[in-house]
């Protein structure tokens, strides 16, 4: 059963442009919500995460939505540069805070110069 | 930010040896650190939660014999591959946090496990 689904294995996008990366959930206890980069064997570096209880989170390039309603949450990346291409997880949290993040599989993007 | 540290990076091991990960938190005491694997192109997926000085709570479907997990003090988790199989080898990474809210977990850089 997964929770947490990105749907779109891979982004491509022009440098300058913005990239916007998906991400939705089906289990509306999820209290918060954190965006992951990862490059090849490297582990996840985090971005950006936002609270249940916010609509939008933003700092510097990158500004998370939340749509609770929808069940769903993008990353948008503004303006894109080269060195943002990696894959980018998404993953939630529960109220009952045991430290368990639920990881969607992944976006892969690419940005183009 | 804060800085976890993996050891080793890579390991190549026979079936049948065991192999120790360490984990570390380099700049702030982890209550709580996380033990993930990662197949190509898939997701994290959980393997055990550990908490400094007590048992580790392990997801469905990780045995606990097989993949010991240590966590002896606030800057150190060790994961044991015991009578590691080559479909032990994989990816796998940890990651700590802190408590008082913060639901950031801080990964460290991963290791990659090849049992031949």
């Known amino acids: 059963d997964q929770q947490v689904k990105q749907n779109s294995p891979s982004l491509s996008v022009q440098e300058g442009r913005i990239s916007i990366l998906n991400c939705d959930y089906t289990?509306?206890?999820?209290?918060?919500f954190l965006w992951y980069k990862k490059y090849p064997a490297e582990g996840p570096t985090f971005l950006i995460s936002i609270s249940s209880i916010k609509d939008k989170n933003e700092d510097g390039r990158f500004t998370v939505f939340l749509n609770k309603s929808a069940k769903h949450l993008s990353l948008h990346i503004v303006p894109s540069q080269p060195g943002d291409s990696a894959v980018y997880f998404c993953?939630?949290?529960?109220?009952?805070?045991?430290?368990?993040?639920?990881f969607g599989q992944g976006t892969t993007l690419q940005v183009k110069p | 930010g804060a800085v976890v540290s993996q050891h080793p990076s890579w390991v190549i091991c026979k079936s049948g040896t065991s192999v120790k990960i360490e984990c570390r938190s380099l700049d702030f005491q982890a209550t709580t650190m996380f033990w993930y694997r990662q197949f190509p192109k898939q997701s994290l997926m959980l393997m055990a939660t550990s908490n400094e000085g007590s048992k580790a709570t392990y997801e469905q479907g990780v045995e606990k014999d097989k993949f010991l997990i240590n966590h002896a003090s606030l800057t150190l988790s060790t994961l044991t591959v015991t009578s590691a199989h080559p479909e032990d080898s994989s990816f796998y990474i940890c990651?700590?946090?802190?408590?008082?809210?913060?639901?950031?977990?801080?990964f460290g850089p991963g290791t990659r496990l090849t049992v031949t």
């Open positions: 993953a939630a949290s529960l109220p009952s805070y045991t430290g368990k993040l639920i």
């Open positions: 990651s700590a946090g802190y408590s008082g809210g913060a639901y950031e977990q801080y």
């Open positions: 289990n509306s206890m999820f209290d918060y």
